[in-house]
């Protein structure tokens, strides 16, 4: 099966942090790393949840043909810099995105990721609107490269989403902290909470905000 998780790691790195950082005013790579990563894991798991629906990996298949067809990726620094125009609005629309796949959660996934990170609401908010368009392009690519069909994808999104989610045996959740902070630092914005990543791996916060 395509290996989502391969691809982020390949796209994300300290590079990305810098410009997310400076783009939502955060001023601190590391605590932007750390809810870069929550907003991934739980974007990955809302949307495997969703794909679980029935119709509604078709619905999200749809979307992909439609309007994510992985380019972004292909100047992701100038979009996230502002430097690159979409010419499809919807490829870049975070906040129409984010209503689609959270619904009327993302205050509350804003509020979670926040404690977890130690960055601002707000911030983690625009975290989330900046991002979004972002995984919808991993997960085009993901569609085109790997020639999903509907069923193919949902379960590649449950997969990513058990991975994120930081099983007893998986290290793909401390894997991609590793990359946005440059493979194996150390820096611990909130030393309990990265100290769980290194031992056993962030626990999902999708666990109690999208519970079947």
Same mark, same amino acid.
């Given at each position: ?62 979307? $992909? ?5 992985? /380019?972004?990726?292909? +100047?992701?620094? *100038?979009? #996230?810099? =502002?430097?690159?125009?979409? &010419? ?75 991975? $994120? ?5 998986? /290290?793909?959740?401390? +894997?991609?902290? *590793?990359? #946005?902070? =440059?493979?194996?630092?150390? &820096? ?25």
């Amino acid at each position: 099966m395509y290996n989502l998780i391969e691809l982020m790691q390949s796209q994300l790195s300290p590079q990305t942090v810098e410009q997310v950082d400076k783009q939502i005013g955060a001023g601190s790579k590391e605590q932007t790393a750390v809810a870069m990563q929550s907003v991934i894991s739980t974007l990955v798991s809302a949307m495997a949840k969703n794909a679980q629906k029935p119709d509604g990996a078709h619905s999200l298949a749809s979307a $992909l043909e439609r309007d994510h067809d992985g /380019s972004i990726l292909n +100047d992701m620094m *100038g979009f #996230l810099g =502002g430097q690159k125009e979409a &010419s499809n609005p919807k490829m870049v629309n975070g906040a129409g995105i984010l209503s689609h796949v959270l619904g009327n959660k993302q205050d509350k996934v804003a509020k979670s990721i926040s404690k977890e990170s130690g960055l601002d609401q707000q911030k983690v908010m625009n975290l989330l609107i900046t991002l979004a368009p972002i995984v919808m392009g991993f997960l085009g690519k993901a569609k085109k490269d790997g020639d999903l069909n509907p069923q193919s994808l949902g379960n590649l999104l449950k997969t990513a989403s058990v991975l $994120l989610g930081g099983g007893k045996n998986s /290290s793909s959740q401390g +894997d991609l902290l *590793g990359s #946005l902070l =440059g493979g194996g630092q150390k &820096s611990k914005p909130n030393k309990s909470f990265m100290e769980n990543i290194a031992e056993s791996g962030m626990k999902s916060i999708l666990g109690k905000l999208f519970k079947k």
